[in-house]
């Protein structure tokens, strides 16, 4: 036993029936179970929050196969280390003749991997030289490019319950070399749990930090030696984990039902936390303009210029920023309306394809062009009185769509009313 090793490590399962939670993938008859049992496993995506099972279950997978294994980080991966894995799995299948038992290659924070990066498996894995097995704790759909993930099943793990963190807990302190020579009483776990957050490996390391830090034979387990010896613990937030997307759409939400006071508590949550402050301005950034929008325009140029300032300043006086632009956002006037208009718009596009530009629109650099009609009759704006003359902007399928409906505040009101006297029954204002 290497006793430097976190006791996670330490306690790895090595086959599926010591492999607790995750039954709706690796219960009796579940569908990843009966994959392995069958010998032939497609390539994966395993999705779930931190601590879950994705490596361990890789590595089973590997193991009961009698599978060579290959691991890449994506942090500190690139496309030159995927080609050498390629590489060296295509020489093995030459030189040891496993045929249908192609190597596996797992790949951590698959999400984090360029599309590039992305682009390099994809012939691989069509082929057949390797079973990629990828592990992420964000949404594949928006992370993993879509021809790799249309060769990939995805299989979504999920937060393990109270139930199967005791478990875990009791296995650790009955079967490590180490943790068994001590007497461990678990006379309190609601602070380890909540701590943990539903992540094993979290939980498992504190149990580790806990007796290390005891230095007796019997360790009393209780709620205030938790809290005692585990520091900055109390706002339990993972900026790589289900916690980060939880928190940043709690705080979204407050902002767009104009709750200042909520919005700064998730605000707070995210700085104890350590979320990168460029992250928080850029979703305010969004929210500028998806949620306030034309309802008050200056909101954009505010959270513009919070992106700007937090770059130059960190932690902790941007701080300051975040909290002054977050209000701002929350207090103002709301409007989806160009979002929607986008929206509507796209969709048209969608439907009816593209649309021919009428001539009177088209530039005419040459004398050709001139000759085909493009740009006769355009009338310039600013040579008619109040920069306004009434003619068609839209392809002739077109006419009278209206994609832009102002909402109902006092900027976008008075848009309606000037647009309504521009263009009288035109568009529906």
Same mark, same amino acid.
């Given at each position: 036993m290497?006793? @430097?090793?976190?006791?996670?490590?330490?306690?790895?399962p090595k086959h599926l029936n010591e492999f607790i939670g995750q039954e709706h993938l690796v219960g009796k008859d579940a569908v990843l179970r009966n994959a392995i049992n069958s010998g032939r496993i497609p390539s994966m995506i395993l999705w779930g929050p931190p601590g879950v099972g994705k490596t361990t279950l890789a590595l089973i997978i590997s193991e009961q196969l009698k599978r060579p294994f290959y691991s890449l980080s994506a942090i500190n991966s690139g496309v030159k280390d995927v080609r050498e894995v390629i590489e060296k799995a295509k020489r093995q299948e030459t030189e040891l003749n496993f045929e249908g038992s192609d190597p596996?290659?797992?790949?951590?924070?698959?999400?984090?991997?360029?599309?590039?990066?992305?682009?390099?498996?994809?012939?691989?894995?069509?082929?057949?030289?390797? *079973?990629?097995?990828?592990? *992420?704790?964000e949404n594949p759909s928006f992370e993993v490019i879509t021809p790799l993930l249309s060769r990939c099943q995805v299989y979504i793990l999920k937060s393990l319950d109270r139930k199967e963190l005791l478990q875990m807990l009791n296995a650790a302190i009955k079967n490590d070399a180490s943790l068994s020579k001590k007497k461990i009483v678990l006379k309190e776990d609601e602070a380890l749990l909540r701590l943990s957050g539903g992540d094993a490996r979290k939980m498992l390391n504190i149990l580790d930090l806990l007796v290390d830090s005891s230095g007796q034979a019997t360790i009393n387990i209780t709620n205030k030696m938790v809290m005692e010896q585990v520091q900055q613990n109390i706002a339990v937030y993972d900026k790589t984990g289900e916690q980060h997307y939880d928190i940043i759409s709690a705080f979204i939400k407050s902002m767009r039902g104009s709750d200042p006071n909520a919005a700064v508590y998730w605000l707070a949550r995210m700085i104890a936390g350590g979320e990168d402050p460029k992250f928080i301005a850029r979703r305010m950034l969004i929210l500028a303009s998806e949620d306030i929008g034309n309802a008050n325009p200056t909101a954009l140029?505010?959270? @513009?210029?919070?992106?700007?300032?937090?770059?130059?300043?960190?932690?902790?006086?941007?701080?300051?920023?975040?909290?002054? *632009?977050?209000?701002?956002?929350?207090?103002?006037?709301?409007?989806?309306?160009s979002y929607l208009a986008i929206k509507e718009a796209k969709a048209i596009v969608a439907e009816k394809g593209n649309l021919s530009v009428p001539l009177h629109l088209r530039n005419a650099p040459t004398s050709l062009m001139e000759d085909l009609d493009y740009g006769k009759d355009y009338k310039y704006s600013h040579e008619f009185v109040g920069n306004f003359t009434d003619q068609e902007y839209l392809p002739e399928e077109l006419h009278g769509e209206t994609f832009y409906k102002p909402g109902e505040n006092a900027r976008e009101r008075e848009m309606k009313e000037r647009l309504k006297t521009l263009w009288g029954k035109r568009y529906d204002y």
């Open positions: 290497n006793r @430097n090793q976190p006791l996670a490590e330490r306690l790895r596996i290659l797992f790949i951590d924070e698959i999400h984090r991997f360029s599309k590039s990066q992305q682009d390099s498996l994809l012939g691989a894995v069509e082929q057949g030289v390797i *079973t990629l097995i990828g592990a *992420t704790t140029v505010i959270a @513009n210029n919070c992106f700007q300032a937090i770059n130059i300043i960190g932690y902790p006086e941007c701080e300051l920023i975040l909290s002054q *632009t977050a209000i701002y956002l929350a207090a103002s006037s709301k409007s989806n309306a």
